[in-house]
């Protein structure tokens, strides 16, 4: 178990160029979630993925994000145009699907922290 | 929508000594889960304890339990005999048992200081 890795754990930008994040997660989690945490807040919930399909957008997820996680393995969220309101720090998180459902451990990287400029 | 409640920004306890860390929630639901992770500078949230709104046993784990009052939809954490290595963010967070149990509901959050 090496935990979840997220690349890179920064990155600067300038305003309307697009990034990508990259997340590995467990290697035998189902479940890939993303977050985005604001200075000052809690994370909030943008993304599910249920092995490949993605299951769940929030509201927050504009038009400009997209996530995609090919072969229910690796995930990447996309911003694209960035914006400065799109600084934060990303998170993205894994889990086993149990029977149960809410009990299931949830294992977080360390997020990417986005600056843009 | 579900909300989460921490109604105190940040709190300070002397090492060994015992501080407890506020939680309330809101939900019309009757069965969820309830978390509270720490996020240390590190930035990695580290799952703390969690506690399953059916059991009414609270939830305990080494120096870690927590207060768990349904009706009153409140959620404490109490740390004991607070170490160095407890100094981080600490996050209550609500999950529903139903249809939409993929998601963490979290609060603002509440920094704690353990002073030598």
């Known amino acids: 178990d090496t935990g979840v890795s997220q690349n890179p754990r920064h990155k600067i930008t300038k305003r309307g160029q697009n990034v990508t994040f990259r997340c590995d997660p467990i290697?035998?989690?189902?479940?890939l979630y993303w977050y985005r945490q604001t200075l000052g807040q809690g994370p909030e919930f943008l993304t599910y993925?249920?092995?490949?399909?993605?299951?769940?957008k929030s509201r927050l997820l504009s038009d400009r994000f997209s996530a995609e996680r090919p072969k229910g393995s690796f995930s990447t969220l996309e911003i694209q145009r960035t914006e400065q309101g799109d600084s934060a720090m990303y998170l993205c998180?894994?889990?086993?699907?149990?029977?149960?459902?809410?009990?299931?451990?949830?294992?977080f990287g360390s997020g990417t922290q986005l600056s843009v400029l | 929508a579900q909300t989460v409640t921490q109604s105190q920004p940040e709190m300070s306890v002397q090492e060994a000594e015992t501080v407890t860390l506020s939680c309330t929630y809101d939900?019309?639901?009757?069965?969820?889960?309830l978390f509270w992770y720490k996020q240390p500078p590190s930035r990695q949230m580290i799952l703390v304890i969690r506690?399953?709104?059916?059991?009414?046993q609270n939830a305990t784990e080494n120096r870690f339990s927590v207060n768990f009052q349904k009706a009153a939809k409140s959620f404490s954490l109490k740390i004991s005999d607070s170490q160095l290595g407890d100094a981080a963010m600490y996050f209550c967070?609500?999950?529903?048992?139903?249809?939409?149990?993929?998601?963490?509901?979290f609060g603002k959050g509440t920094l704690l200081t353990v002073n030598p």
């Open positions: 998180a894994s889990s086993l699907a149990s029977p149960s459902g809410g009990s299931e451990k949830l294992f």
């Open positions: 290697s035998e989690h189902n479940r």
């Open positions: 993925f249920q092995n490949e399909a993605q299951l769940e």
């Open positions: 939900t019309s639901e009757s069965d969820y889960y």
């Open positions: 506690q399953e709104a059916y059991k009414q």
């Open positions: 967070a609500y999950r529903s048992s139903g249809g939409s149990n993929y998601k963490l509901t």
